[in-house]
């Protein structure tokens, strides 16, 4: 797949060349005082681009006196747009001046950078439809190279290209995860999956909302998902690569349930991380753990989702619905019958040995996943069992979806259905609908005064462990309220938090790696550090800020204290430059769905 971030780099500096070499041909007077201008990062925007009609806004941090920007082909030779800066607002969080250059007016296609005299130029970007999908595309594809158990030629690959890591063939059964019928170092198949992030494990929970994501994309937008073609080993299948890529860890996750009673295995997993070794130099044991309501519940939830996706494709795949809805089913009965069962890894690591030291995904309260699960058994089977064995609406809170917390995902199926509900969910239904558009009018209140303009960052809150995750999942909930009403305010305030992602954010990284003049070339994430190769595997999102870096990992080369610039792209920081899989779905969510909705949103 060609990613644009390379090419886009030499087209700069292409750019630059052009610039040098003509001046004697420049304009006069203050624009030939623009052309002058030497390439400044103060100027902050989507690296990638804009769609014709949608807003265009760049934010340009720094002292200066403010005045006339000028958009300009990317030669720099013609001025095509002059505008007017904002005022100088302080930012929130450092109080950094800035001003705004909204040259949404400008909607000719073509190549070009944005130039203020006496700050400099910024970065080229294009100007043109399908602007996201190369970045929407590849974001699936971080996904292929996740994938274990599975050698990744070149021919798919390219130069990322390696050998198979962790064939799961031969997982051992952990103490904490004994039974009668599998005891203690009896041993398992579990192949497939994906690297959960930048180690080389596979947790259920943090599986759950990454799978439930992706196929919610394709619910939602088929239509363009069918389309997509990323060159995986399954293109060309008559069957969606983004399917078919959810299915290389569907497999897996069916393999941790215990057919016996139906509960599932919490993770599969070394004793302890490995170190910034390739995969195939992993060869550490590998165990599945103890069985867990969380992981159970979410295991439950993405079956039945499975089950109705790919009954569209059961000549491809006989029989997989069929399991997957059967597997769902056992998973909820097991999950009824041990409703609070929490993965407690210290508790455990007193009782069982070896002690197990990698990521928790630990959960205490588990009225959210039962929520998901039953809306989506309920979605899937027509049974009002499933609909009124939880309370739906137990109280007024909308939390934004994480891998604790999975309420809203439930909501987002029952509002996808909404014309298929039997009357038992009928009568929440407008509740439902009533709330997701109140939770996005929420987000997006005060936006216009922010000096990013952008529902991610109106609060401390939003720079967390994963906070690119945050922004991408407001996007989602953005566009569920898009979906219901048709109002372009919402589409356009996703555009931004898609936007925040590519580049205009405090640190002016585009946070998807291999996109951007300024992409993430660091991420802590163990085979773009071991594999010798300058660039990093593309398509995965970084991270990003988060308040609390400095005091969760062990990185020293951080250099602000201000929660929205709290970030360096350095291996080292895992507290703000790993990569995960529940990060990249919902940024596949985001870029595809306004690349799907881009015609209908006049974008």
């Known amino acids: 797949m060609h990613h644009p971030t390379f090419t886009r780099f030499i087209y700069g500096l292409s750019a630059l060349f052009l610039f040098s070499c003509s001046s004697a041909q420049q304009e006069s007077g203050e624009t030939a005082q623009v052309a002058q201008q030497q390439l400044t990062e103060s100027i902050r925007l ?42 100088m607002k302080p930012g929130e969080f450092s109080n950094r001046p800035t001003r705004i250059a909204d040259f949404s007016e400008f909607k000719e296609k073509g190549n070009y950078v944005l130039a203020i005299p006496g700050v400099g130029h910024s970065y080229p970007f294009e100007i043109g439809q399908d602007i996201h999908r190369e970045a929407a595309a590849a974001s699936i594809k971080g996904f292929y190279y996740q994938r274990m158990s599975t050698d990744l030629p070149e021919t798919y690959a390219g130069k990322w ?48 909302i990454t799978t439930g994501t992706l196929l919610s994309a394709y619910e939602d ?44 295995y919490h993770k599969l997993t070394n004793p302890s991380f490995d170190g910034m070794v390739m995969p195939a130099e992993a060869t550490n044991p590998r165990y599945v753990v103890q069985k867990g309501t969380a992981a159970t519940l979410d295991f439950a939830a993405v079956m039945a989702q499975a089950s109705r ?16 809805r059967t597997a769902a089913v056992k998973a909820w009965n097991w999950a009824q019958q041990n409703p609070n069962v929490v993965y407690d890894q210290n508790s455990m690591n007193e009782q069982f040995k070896p002690e197990v030291s990698t990521g928790a995904y630990g959960d205490k309260e588990f009225q959210d996943e039962f929520i998901w699960a039953a809306s989506e058994l309920y979605a899937t089977t027509k049974d009002d069992s499933y609909y009124k064995a939880v309370n739906m609406l137990p109280d007024t809170e909308m939390p934004l979806p994480s891998w604790p917390q999975v309420r809203l995902l439930g909501y987002y199926t029952l509002a996808r259905f909404a014309d298929e509900l039997t009357p038992a969910a009928q009568q929440d239904l407008p509740e439902i609908k009533k709330r997701i558009i109140a939770f996005a009018d929420e987000m997006i209140y005060g936006v216009s005064e922010r000096t990013y303009r952008t529902v991610m960052g109106k609060t401390e809150k939003d720079y967390i462990w994963g906070s690119s995750a945050v922004a991408a999942n407001q996007g989602i909930a953005l566009l569920q309220a898009y979906q219901l009403t048709s109002d372009k305010k919402y589409i356009d305030a996703a555009l931004a938090n898609l936007d925040y992602l590519l580049g205009r954010n405090a640190t002016g990284y585009s946070f998807l790696t291999g996109f951007g003049d300024k992409p993430i070339m660091h991420p802590h994430h163990r085979p773009s550090v071991a594999d010798g190769i300058e660039e990093p595997v593309p ?45 990249n779905a919902p940024f596949v969510y985001l870029a595809g769905a306004i690349e799907a909705l881009q015609e209908k949103a006049a974008l």
């Open 221 to 264: 937008f088929p239509e363009f998902y069918k389309t997509l073609e990323l060159n995986i080993p399954e293109s060309g299948n008559q069957v969606p690569d983004i399917l078919d890529e959810a299915l290389w860890n569907l497999r897996w996750m069916l393999a941790m349930q215990d057919s016996n009673d139906g509960g599932v």
């Open 161 to 208: 290209a390696r050998a198979a890591g962790h064939p799961d063939t031969e997982v051992l059964i952990h103490p904490s995860a004994a039974s009668e019928q599998r005891p203690a170092a009896s041993k398992i198949s579990a192949p497939r999956g994906w690297y959960d992030a930048g180690d080389y494990n596979k947790y259920i929970v943090n599986s759950g």
């Open 539 to 583: 398509g995965l999102l970084s991270g990003g800020p988060n308040a609390r870096a400095d005091k969760q990992d062990n990185c020293t080369t951080y250099t602000t204290a201000f929660a929205d610039e709290m970030f360096t792209d350095n291996d080292c920081s895992y507290a703000s430059n790993e990569i995960a899989i529940n990060w």
């Open 309 to 324: 996706v790919f009954r569209n494709y059961e000549k491809e795949f006989p029989g997989l619905a069929d399991s997957a």
């Open 46 to 87: 989507n690296q990638v681009g804009f769609y014709p009609n949608a807003t265009k806004v760049a934010v340009v941090v720094g002292e200066h006196s403010g005045g006339a920007f000028y958009v300009k082909t990317a030669d720099q030779q013609q001025t095509v747009y002059t505008g007017q800066l904002t005022d």
